[in-house]
């Protein structure tokens, strides 16, 4: 007996019937796959934008801080030489110059050449001419920042403070604050190639030797006596009246500050080249 085609087709429609919750089944997780990819997707991608203006305003942050640091921590001296005047500060104000100073004498002398990409950037308009090795700012954060952390800050500190406890806080913090700053002021001159990082490190160092070498010979700070510097600069530089730096005496590091601080000189050198330039051209 041979069944009729209809009813041998009963159970292949059956079949059919039963696998299409299967096909369904895999069709919802094809789709569940899809929407966590779109979903881990578009975190990645929140991720990401995240990043990237975080980086944006550490950028824009190094930016300000780079262009402004050299100027900003030597109008920063001068204020407060200006409204101490004692021994003590006009001492490592005159550290401070000397320390500019062999930093120029060292660019001189080692001539070493500054990044190849700063002559192709159009970030920096004030282009130094000068060799980069050491780094004249570098050296400069640094000896500032150590002499005024263990030649201001921390004496201040010992003697305000109630406890030792909070002289050390005082003095951690503070000298966090100096180390973060120079860094990042340091970061914008590798990141705009005004200096390799070897140029930026051996200028860090150097600041740190004169400074270390200034506090103890110059100053000697670590004990009771006063150090042949400060005496020196007590008895020819300091009125015996006000026992002050006479306001009179500012500007000569006025000057000096001037012709040593590098944005200052650079803007120096720009403004009597332009001037010699239409000199020249009204000549013609």
């Given at each position: 007996f041979t069944a009729p085609a209809t009813a041998r087709a009963i159970p292949s429609?059956?079949?059919?019937?039963?696998?299409?919750?299967?096909?369904?089944?895999?069709?919802?997780?094809?789709?569940?796959?899809?929407q966590e990819i779109m979903t881990l997707n578009s975190t990645n991608n929140n991720n990401s934008e995240t990043k990237a203006k975080k980086s944006s305003y550490f950028d824009e942050a190094t930016t300000v801080i780079g262009k402004s640091a050299s100027?900003?921590?030597?109008?920063?001296?001068?204020?407060?030489?200006?409204?101490?005047?004692?021994?003590?500060?006009?001492?490592?104000?005159?550290?401070?110059?000397?320390?500019?100073?062999?930093?120029?004498?060292?660019?001189?002398?080692?001539?070493?050449?500054?990044?190849?990409?700063?002559?192709?950037?159009?970030?920096?308009?004030?282009?130094?001419?000068?060799?980069?090795?050491?780094?004249?700012?570098a050296m400069s954060l640094s000896f500032i920042g150590t002499v005024i952390l263990f030649g201001v800050i921390v004496p201040a500190a010992t003697t305000s403070a109630v406890g030792g406890g909070s002289a050390n806080v005082m003095s951690v913090s503070a000298g966090a604050l100096i180390v973060i700053y120079s860094a990042i002021a340091l970061r914008y001159r590798v990141r705009?190639?005004?200096?390799?990082?070897?140029?930026?490190?051996?200028?860090?160092?150097?600041g740190l030797f004169n400074a270390?070498?200034?506090?103890?010979?110059?100053?000697?700070?670590?004990?009771?006596?006063?150090?042949?510097?400060?005496?020196?600069?007590?008895?020819?530089?300091?009125?015996?009246e006000t026992n002050q730096f006479p306001i009179v005496g500012l500007l000569v590091p006025i000057l000096v500050g001037v012709l040593v601080v590098?944005?200052?000189?650079?803007?120096?050198?720009?403004w009597l080249k332009e001037r010699k330039e239409g000199e020249d051209k009204k000549m013609m």
């Amino acid at each position: 007996f041979t069944a009729p085609a209809t009813a041998r087709a009963i159970p292949s429609a059956a079949n059919a019937i039963n696998q299409l919750p299967r096909y369904k089944c895999r069709s919802n997780n094809n789709l569940q796959q899809k929407q966590e990819i779109m979903t881990l997707n578009s975190t990645n991608n929140n991720n990401s934008e995240t990043k990237a203006k975080k980086s944006s305003y550490f950028d824009e942050a190094t930016t300000v801080i780079g262009k402004s640091a050299s100027s900003l921590v030597s109008l920063s001296f001068f204020l407060l030489l200006s409204t101490q005047r004692d021994a003590v500060t006009t001492t490592l104000f005159i550290g401070s110059i000397l320390n500019a100073i062999s930093g120029k004498i060292l660019k001189k002398i080692i001539n070493h050449d500054r990044p190849a990409e700063l002559e192709l950037s159009d970030k920096v308009k004030l282009k130094p001419s000068d060799g980069g090795m050491p780094s004249s700012h570098a050296m400069s954060l640094s000896f500032i920042g150590t002499v005024i952390l263990f030649g201001v800050i921390v004496p201040a500190a010992t003697t305000s403070a109630v406890g030792g406890g909070s002289a050390n806080v005082m003095s951690v913090s503070a000298g966090a604050l100096i180390v973060i700053y120079s860094a990042i002021a340091l970061r914008y001159r590798v990141r705009d190639h005004l200096h390799t990082l070897d140029q930026i490190i051996v200028g860090y160092g150097l600041g740190l030797f004169n400074a270390i070498a200034w506090l103890k010979f110059a100053v000697n700070s670590n004990t009771d006596s006063v150090g042949p510097v400060v005496s020196m600069v007590q008895q020819y530089l300091i009125s015996s009246e006000t026992n002050q730096f006479p306001i009179v005496g500012l500007l000569v590091p006025i000057l000096v500050g001037v012709l040593v601080v590098g944005s200052f000189e650079r803007r120096i050198g720009v403004w009597l080249k332009e001037r010699k330039e239409g000199e020249d051209k009204k000549m013609m």
